[in-house]
């Protein structure tokens, strides 16, 4: 990085070559515009760093040419500024893995670059240093962790590293996701609540963590029958339905997110109650009686003279 001891030159911007090493993939078009607006009022504050290359022209003698190592972003910037020139310091005896470590180093230091675009870099360190995690941690002032579990991101499925890329989840619901990976078909319906719910890093954590004390339960082995009958819950309330058993009975879990959820759900089983009572009324005044015999109750005209206990007499009634 420049420091005050370093010359400073002004490069033409037609000469700087992009870096191949750049691990950033991601750039905010926003964040440019407005970048280039800072440097068109107070120009490039901080000099980008290249390396030089002297190479001989067709017509005979030399050209230098430069290669950017840091500064991407104000490369680019000064680009949508207009400027002609921007201030460089120029490093010298760089070998390519050198580059790559700078360029690489640079952005894991910014804040803002996305957390897959991080992992790919810490990655690419890695298998070209051919050095450990806890040396790469070293280079970029992290823990062995922090760098152990940014590349257990790219495990993900890709459109679920997409999704990261594209802020559709955050890096907390990516690592949450982490612990379904060896049961695809509930990462994929964790997956798409989270998009379609908008659900909180913490109720994923909850629902990963569900999942996983479901599975090492023994008393929780479900038969085919139990398992298209959550099915059929989910699929009808909208929301996970899950069912625990044990020695004495069981307990049906049923996920909601917000009050909003909860009222919904309660509102969806009061409805279906209703249609169900409704049902069962108009059965009865149609004269048919649910889990019963049908039978018909005949009561032949009474006399005129007959007194009141031959009337209600069980004799005068047939089946």
């Known amino acids: 990085m420049p420091t005050k001891y370093d010359s400073v030159f002004w490069i033409d911007l037609d000469r700087i070559q992009p870096n191949p090493y750049q691990p950033r993939r991601d750039f905010s078009e926003e964040g440019l515009r407005s970048l280039a607006e800072s440097i068109r009022q107070y120009g490039v504050l901080q000099p980008l760093v290249v390396s030089r290359t002297d190479v001989e022209k067709p017509e005979g003698g030399l050209e230098s040419l430069y290669?950017?190592?840091?500064?991407?972003?104000?490369?680019?910037?000064?680009?949508?500024?207009?400027?002609?020139?921007?201030?460089?310091?120029?490093?010298?005896?760089?070998?390519?893995?050198?580059?790559?470590?700078?360029?690489?180093?640079?952005?894991?230091?910014?804040?803002?670059?996305?957390?897959?675009?991080?992992?790919?870099?810490?990655?690419?360190?890695?298998?070209?240093?051919?050095?450990s995690h806890a040396e790469t941690a070293a280079k970029i002032g992290k823990s062995r962790e922090y760098v152990s579990n940014s590349l257990r991101l790219l495990s993900l499925p890709e459109h679920m590293q997409s999704a990261i890329v594209g802020k559709e989840i955050s890096e907390g619901h990516a690592r949450a996701l982490l612990g379904l990976h060896d049961r695809p078909e509930e990462l994929e319906t964790t997956f798409k609540e989270i998009i379609l719910k908008r659900l909180p890093v913490r109720a994923v954590e909850r629902i990963v963590r569900s999942i996983a004390q479901e599975r090492v339960r023994k008393h929780h082995r479900k038969t085919p029958e139990m398992i298209e009958l959550e099915k059929s819950l989910t699929e009808t309330l909208g929301t996970r339905v899950i069912i625990e058993t044990n020695a004495e009975g069981g307990r049906l879990l049923i996920d909601f997110f917000s009050p909003d959820d909860l009222s919904a759900l309660v509102a969806s089983i009061a409805a279906s109650s209703a249609s169900s009572s409704t049902a069962e009324l108009s059965s009865t005044e149609a004269g048919e009686f649910p889990n019963t015999s049908q039978i018909d109750l005949i009561a032949p005209a009474a006399p005129e003279e007959a007194d009141d206990d031959e009337l209600y007499s069980v004799t005068n009634f047939s089946v």
């Open 67 to 131: 290669e950017l190592i840091a500064g991407e972003r104000r490369l680019r910037a000064s680009k949508l500024a207009g400027l002609r020139q921007v201030p460089v310091v120029i490093r010298h005896g760089d070998t390519n893995l050198t580059k790559l470590e700078l360029a690489i180093i640079e952005n894991l230091q910014r804040e803002d670059l996305n957390a897959i675009d991080r992992a790919k870099a810490l990655k690419k360190l890695i298998d070209e240093f051919g050095i």
